[in-house]
């Protein structure tokens, strides 16, 4: 019996070869297709069932997590060292390069049955297949052929939850959106203030502090208590989440000095021998097993690949996907790098401008401690992949020399034009009720309970929209870039800028209440809501609102993907009689060829 347990396994086995082979030249996703081989004896029992049988499964998913581990390692930018042995880590590094679907079970099972005994219904088997596969470690006896040799070990089934998966390279360059534009500030000198400070009791003080912090917001004594922990559970965050910053820039720093390491030790002796040597060395200081440096150190040349490609940035605010997603490296493709080199400066133009001292966690590690970008976020241009980016006023150099640009919060009024008045008032004293969802509308959140544009208004509550300007590359100069997605419905931003009135030959917004029209100009001050360009098939556009008895002009979302550039249709009354021809580009385009078909009306 063990006998044609053993043939059945090096029949399956070749099987698996020449399968692998077939996949590797003609790659195809065939869901949960699976393969099964039996080897049975001729003589039969009285039963007429086999005297011996040995079996062997397999499913779509091994066959191509097996095509993947015979991938050169460089083609995947990784080092050899973060691929362990199956036997010694059987998750990592051995995932298909194309992710089999949730429901796909990857098995393996070799067995020898006794005659007599039942074969199992499919889906019982498919159970105790798992369990074989969850039992199979280096320990267990199955797993060695009769030669001795250890039978490669499948990887482990993923998960079926789907919110388990593994994360794909645009839910980690979300992660790292979120983060950056998160009120969570990634600020190591804020840490250390918060460990240093001790009371002599030996309290930290960050309880005690916590309860000016919310004196000062005027809480009433009711809600002091929850009010204080919630201080303290903002704080507890913000330092945990710096502290794993933290441990990820030095993890992948280490990494960075075992590839030099071994590389100083391969001058005068073999590669091979060299990186036994380096970790022999690394498993003595960390009092870790090799198993578990290879484990952990798999991980770790995960966060230097990202590094090597995003720049810091992209580690230190990389979301809560950041282990998932290093671990699984299903999107540890040339592509998913290309994509994170070319986010690399976009990436820092925020982290510095929105964190001002996120580079400090650098020091750590001896790295690069000086801020790149200065200023408002929006007065750097992101430029096209692997471009730096351009001051802002340089853009409009071309148009004026001496152009320069005032970011604001909200709108201002210009006094020239209407005085103390502000023409957009609708309604001077409160309370303020909301003419869309009829709610109560306040400037302290807790009193306030419109929720139309959560990302807004309350203005207290509102953080930085999500967007970068960028560098148009069909002339129609900037842009403005969504770096995370905005569902149909959110807002993008208030079209902020200089109330005036009486604004001619220049692009203005047109706003009306039942006391007056008046114009918003953004062409010297205003916010990221400037830059946006128009389309004949536009994902925005601009709704009126009021809050607060004062009329509003918001950038609203018609469904905006992330890396989408916004748009809006500028209509009819702005293109007309205008010497311009639309650059939108969309097929449906209707002001493109203006000179020809103005040309041919006119003929
Ligand atoms: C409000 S600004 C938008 C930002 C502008 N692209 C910039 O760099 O400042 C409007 C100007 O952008 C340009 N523009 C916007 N959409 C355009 C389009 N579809 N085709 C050509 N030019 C466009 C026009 O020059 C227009 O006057």
Redesign the pocket.
């Known amino acids: 019996m063990a006998d044609i347990g053993y043939v059945a396994k090096r029949v399956g086995r070749e099987v698996e070869r020449l399968l692998v082979q077939a996949l590797e030249q003609s790659p195809t996703s065939f869901g949960t297709l699976q393969l099964r081989c039996s080897v049975e004896s001729g003589q039969h029992s009285a039963n007429s069932e086999p005297l011996a049988r040995g079996e062997v499964t397999f499913d779509v998913g091994d066959l191509l997590a097996a095509t993947d581990r015979r991938t050169p390692p460089s083609s995947r930018l990784l080092g050899d060292f973060a691929l362990p042995t199956p036997a010694d880590s059987p998750f990592e590094g051995a995932l298909p390069r194309s992710y089999p679907t949730a429901s796909s079970v990857r098995t393996l099972t070799v067995s020898a049955v006794s005659p007599g005994r039942k074969r199992k219904a499919a889906s019982s088997r498919l159970q105790q297949s798992t369990s074989v596969r969850r039992k199979t470690t280096s320990h267990t006896p199955d797993l060695h052929d009769d030669d001795g040799q250890i039978v490669p070990q499948r990887p482990r089934a993923l998960p079926d939850n789907p919110i388990l998966q593994p994360p794909s390279l645009s839910k980690f360059i979300n992660g790292v959106w979120e983060s950056l534009f998160s009120g969570t500030k990634l600020d190591p000198v804020e840490v250390i203030e918060q460990w240093q400070a001790i009371e002599s009791s030996g309290q930290p003080k960050l309880i005690v502090d916590s309860h000016d912090q919310v004196v000062s917001r005027g809480t009433s004594i009711a809600d002091g208590d929850f009010s204080k922990m919630s201080v303290l559970a903002r704080k507890i965050s913000q330092t945990s989440r710096t502290c794993r910053s933290l441990e990820v820039v030095v993890q992948c720093r280490w990494m960075q000095l075992f590839d030099e390491q071994v590389a100083t030790l391969a001058a005068t002796s073999t590669k091979e021998k060299a990186k036994k040597a380096t970790i022999a060395a690394a498993c003595l200081d960390f009092k870790w097993s090799e198993k578990e440096l290879r484990n952990k150190t798999a991980i770790w040349r995960g966060y230097a690949d990202i590094q090597k490609t995003g720049g810091w940035a992209a580690l230190v605010f990389a979301g809560m996907g950041l282990y998932r997603f290093c671990k699984y490296r299903v999107a540890f493709t040339e592509e998913t790098f290309e994509v994170l080199r070319s986010l690399r400066h976009r990436f820092e133009v925020a982290a510095d401008t929105m964190h001002t001292n996120w580079r400090q966690l650098l020091t750590i590690v001896n790295g690069p401690t000086t801020r790149r970008y200065t200023g408002h976020m929006h007065s750097h241009v992101v430029c096209g992949p692997h471009d730096e980016t351009i001051d802002l006023p340089i ?2 150099h071309q148009w004026d020399k001496d152009f320069s640009y005032q970011h604001l919060n909200e709108s201002c009024i210009d006094e020239e034009a209407w005085g103390n008045y502000d023409p957009r008032v609708i309604q001077l004293e409160g309370p303020f009720t909301c003419e869309a969802c009829k709610e109560v509308q306040s400037d302290v959140p807790t009193a306030s309970s419109c929720t139309c544009f959560p990302a807004l208004y309350p203005p207290v509550l509102a953080g930085p929209s999500p967007v970068q300007v960028y560098r ?1 590359p069909n ?5 403005l870039l969504a770096c995370l997605p905005f569902e149909e419905g959110a807002a993008i931003g208030e079209f902020v800028g200089l109330i005036t009135a009486g604004v001619s030959g220049k ?1 203005v917004m047109w706003g009306e209440t039942a006391r007056a029209s008046y114009q918003i100009w ?1 062409g010297r001050q205003g916010n990221h809501t ?6 004949c098939e536009p994902n925005s556009q601009f709704e009126r609102f009021v809050w607060m008895g004062t009329q509003r002009i918001i950038l609203v979302s018609k469904g905006v993907d992330a890396g989408e550039e916004v748009t809006v249709d ?1 209509t009819d009354t702005y293109w007309r009689n205008l010497d ?5 580009g969309q097929p449906t385009c209707r002001y493109k060829d203006r000179s020809r078909i103005t040309a041919t009306a006119q003929g």
Request: with cysteine; aromatic share 14%; hydrophobic share 15%.
């Open positions: 853009t409009y148009t002339g129609r100069n900037n842009g692009d953004q400037r830059f946006v360009n128009h389309s500028y311009k021809e639309c650059l939108c």
